[in-house]
């Protein structure tokens, strides 16, 4: 097989220190909101196969769980080798603790697949490796994953890769990948990058802070739902933060979302949900933007936080009976 490379992104600014402790697509997704209500994503493990983690960063290193390598003769080695891994974990799942950025879900856990090596290329096989490890991954109390983000792709739609995400989400495992960053600016041209454009996944594209449709993000019919994605405020290896923009970025804003929908949704249902229905209720979590489906599928993520009796009473609020 051929190898797979990390969705071309841009590396905006290295920074000493954040700054903020909230950046602005976790307040442009409403994130705060979740989190004043209890939800943090407390425990749900997110597998983030990318070019690993800097498990040390002060922000991150209470919420690995564990983690693998797939890119050498050391599978216990999933450091970053790069900085892209570290970067993406942030958004997820950064800890609140007054010292840098805060993630989306601060209490998720994260399981670090590194599938890319330092110059950010992988394989395809040790792809479908780490995919299928994560399925089958169990944590010392039981837990297992639930979110699966992917912030890498390529043109070739590789029939085994697609068989072991049809595996992962027939087991419940919501898996989250870029759109690409081929984009031509125009919503009626298609670009297509894979996983991302595979039915089964969650292909997201990208806005900048103003929601307007990033000028790279690929646009097609596949498309879920777009979130922030340009100048990204997050993690970077060695204790920094950095701005980074790409469909890469918003990627783990979506996943970091589901983390904490699971847990909201999952308490008010009372029981586990499947697939289609954590979907279901993702796409709930959107407010359109004014784009066209291709441009933002579902829409711009935004957790509205409502329960389903609040939500109930608003829409028969809003019933207008016929005279």
């Keep these: 097989m051929s190898e797979v490379r990390l969705i071309p992104f841009k590396l905006e600014e290295v920074l000493?220190?954040?700054?903020?402790?909230?950046?602005?697509?976790i307040q442009m997704i409403n994130a705060p909101a979740a989190w004043d209500q209890g939800y943090k994503g407390k425990d749900v493990v997110v597998a983030v196969l990318d070019?690993?983690?800097?498990?040390?960063?002060?922000?991150?290193?209470?919420?690995?769980i564990g983690g693998r390598n797939f890119t050498s003769d050391d599978p216990e080695d999933y450091l970053d080798g790069h900085y892209h891994g570290t970067h993406v974990a942030g958004t997820i799942a950064a800890s609140i603790n007054k010292l840098g950025v805060a993630g989306?879900?601060?209490?998720?856990?994260?399981?670090?697949?590194?599938?890319?090596?330092?110059?950010?290329?992988?394989?395809?096989?040790g792809i479908i490796e780490a995919i299928n490890y994560a399925v089958e991954w169990r944590g010392e109390n039981g837990e297992r994953v639930r979110v699966m983000s992917?912030?890498?792709?390529?043109?070739?739609?590789?029939?085994?890769?697609?068989?072991?995400?049809?595996?992962?989400?027939?087991?419940?495992?919501?898996?989250?990948?870029?759109?690409?960053?081929?984009?031509?600016?125009?919503?009626?041209?298609?670009?297509?990058?894979?996983?991302?454009?595979?039915?089964?996944?969650?292909?997201?594209?990208?806005?900048?802070?103003?929601?307007?449709?990033?000028e790279f993000s690929n646009t097609n019919d596949e498309i879920d739902l777009v979130a922030p994605g340009v100048n990204v405020l997050s993690t970077y290896p060695g204790e920094k933060y950095a701005k980074l923009s790409g469909t890469s970025m918003a990627t783990p804003?979506?996943?970091?979302?589901?983390?904490?929908?699971?847990?909201?949704?999952?308490?008010?249902?009372?029981?586990?949900?499947t697939d289609p229905e954590i979907y279901a209720q993702l796409c709930k979590n959107t407010q359109s933007i004014g784009l066209t489906k291709k441009g933002e599928g579902n829409g711009l993520l935004?957790?509205?936080?409502?329960?389903?009796?609040?939500?109930?009473?608003?829409?028969?609020?809003?019933?207008?009976?016929?005279k």
């Design 16 to 25: 000493q220190t954040a700054g903020e402790e909230i950046p602005y697509g």
């Design 302 to 322: 935004y957790l509205g936080m409502e329960s389903r009796k609040e939500a109930s009473q608003k829409e028969e609020k809003n019933v207008t009976v016929p």
């Design 104 to 125: 989306v879900s601060p209490e998720a856990k994260l399981l670090i697949l590194r599938v890319l090596g330092a110059d950010g290329s992988g394989s395809y096989q």
């Design 51 to 64: 070019t690993g983690c800097d498990i040390n960063h002060p922000d991150l290193k209470d919420r690995v």
């Design 150 to 214: 992917m912030s890498l792709g390529g043109p070739d739609d590789v029939p085994e890769m697609h068989e072991a995400i049809k595996n992962a989400t027939a087991n419940n495992v919501m898996v989250v990948c870029a759109a690409g960053n081929e984009g031509d600016s125009s919503e009626s041209s298609d670009e297509h990058a894979y996983p991302g454009y595979y039915k089964e996944v969650v292909q997201v594209g990208a806005v900048d802070e103003q929601k307007h449709l990033a």
């Design 253 to 273: 804003h979506v996943s970091g979302a589901l983390a904490v929908l699971i847990l909201k949704e999952e308490a008010e249902f009372g029981r586990e949900l």
